[in-house]
């Protein structure tokens, strides 16, 4: 959800500047900011859960398998860009921050089950 909120500050910049009129680089480093205290949260609670979620034998690939998704992440991020030319600049962030934000709500829709799944035993070591 903050990496969306975090394009959404660049949809706001993006607006306020043209060719003619840069704007401030307080935009991007506000909107580097919000994501990495959202990546903060992230990584640390997904290694944690993954570790403690997968059986023993299976905590590397499952570890493995947590990374190769940063790996599609990544690679999807790359497809994305090849949209920077041909879109507006505001409608570009707003393109990315709609996606933010529909992942971060497919996340949360997961939340209760698996809060179920794991039990009340182990979520009170991991808030997620």
């Given at each position: 959800m903050l990496?969306?909120?975090s394009f959404l500050v660049m949809v706001i910049a993006a607006h306020l500047g043209t060719e003619q009129k840069k704007v401030s680089?307080?935009?991007l480093t506000t909107c580097t900011a919000i994501f990495t205290v959202g990546e903060l949260f992230l990584s640390p609670?997904?290694?944690s859960l993954v570790t403690k979620l997968a059986p023993a034998r299976m905590v590397s690939m499952l570890m493995g398998i947590w990374f190769l998704s940063s790996f599609g992440g990544n690679y999807l991020a790359g497809y994305l860009g090849t949209f920077w030319e041909r879109m507006s600049k505001e409608s570009f962030f707003l393109m990315l921050s709609v996606l933010a934000l529909a992942a971060g709500l497919g996340m949360l829709a997961v939340l209760r089950p698996l809060k179920k799944a794991i039990g009340h035993g182990v979520t009170k070591g991991v808030d997620v």
């Open positions: 990496l969306g909120v680089i307080w935009w609670v997904g290694l």
